[in-house]
């Protein structure tokens, strides 16, 4: 069993920064690859970027340049780095863990762990 607290949400503005955090417990962390995910008002939850157990990431294409995605198993956490953050970057941000090996992450139905979410908003 892994347990997932995300933190460092909050309210910005447009242009503005934060850095999630999201803090693991239980089984191994070192092993999962961790992805965050945000879902909008009356959207569909959706990929933003995933980091392997050996750090290659994978980020999606409207957010490259933008969001950095980065770990420290030594703290047992992940981290999103969001800059120059837009209103419709407001959403729900989840963390999730996924045990398995595979060439993509960006698939949410395959992690077998998920945060409550932390709630970013962006003011224009």
């Known amino acids: 069993q892994v347990q997932l607290v995300e933190s460092g949400g909050g309210l910005v503005q447009a242009g503005g920064s934060l850095r999630l955090s999201c803090a693991a417990s239980?089984?191994?962390?070192?092993?999962?690859?961790m992805g965050w995910f945000r879902q909008a008002p009356g959207k569909e939850r959706e990929f933003v970027a995933a980091?392997?157990?050996?750090?290659?990431?994978d980020y999606a294409d409207s957010l490259k340049g933008r969001f950095t995605i980065s770990r420290d198993n030594a703290k047992n956490t992940v981290y999103l780095q969001m800059n120059s953050l837009k209103p419709e970057d407001t959403a729900v941000y989840y963390c999730?863990?996924?045990?398995?090996?595979?060439?993509?992450?960006?698939?949410?139905?395959?992690?077998?762990?998920w945060g409550q979410g932390t709630q970013v908003t962006v003011s224009s």
């Open positions: 980091i392997t157990w050996n750090g290659n990431t």
């Open positions: 239980g089984r191994i962390f070192s092993w999962y690859a």
């Open positions: 999730a863990a996924d045990f398995g090996r595979r060439d993509s992450y960006r698939d949410l139905s395959n992690y077998d762990y």
